[in-house]
Nanobody
Framework: QVHLVESGGELVQAGGSLRLSCVASGRTFSNYDMGWFRQAPGKGRQFVAAVKRSGDVYYAGSVKGRFTISRDNALNTVVLQMNSLKPEDTAVYYC??????????????????WGQGTQVTVSS
């Protein structure tokens, strides 16, 4: 069992920035794949970004160039830096951890544990 706690979501104006953090329990954080997904009202959960245990990073096309994912294994933390925010970025953002590393980084099925989410609202 891995417990995840997200923070950093809030109301921000379009063009602004936010920094989301996710802290994971457990002693082997460096062996986890980490991902961020988001769910807008009335829509399914969508992939945003991932950082593999290898350090490789991946982004959804809609956020590439604006969002940056990073990890600090010493602090068991993954961070999503979000710049140039748009109203369409409004969603609940979820942090997820993949233990086995065998699933796709872009699919929910590739992850084993999820946080409770943090609300990001971007006003126009």
């Amino acid at each position: 069992q891995v417990h995840l706690v997200e923070s950093g979501g809030e109301l921000v104006q379009a063009g602004g920035s936010l920094r989301l953090s996710c802290v994971a329990s457990g002693r082997t954080f460096s062996n986890y794949d980490m991902g961020w997904f988001r769910q807008a009202p009335g829509k399914g959960r969508q992939f945003v970004a991932a950082v593999k245990r290898s350090g490789d990073v991946y982004y959804a096309g809609s956020v590439k160039g604006r969002f940056t994912i990073s990890r600090d294994n010493a602090l068991n933390t993954v961070v999503l830096q979000m710049n140039s925010l748009k109203p369409e970025d409004t969603a609940v953002y979820y942090c997820a951890v993949g233990i086995s590393g065998t699933g796709s980084y872009a699919l929910e099925s590739g992850y084993d544990f999820w946080g409770q989410g943090t609300q990001v609202t971007v006003s126009s």
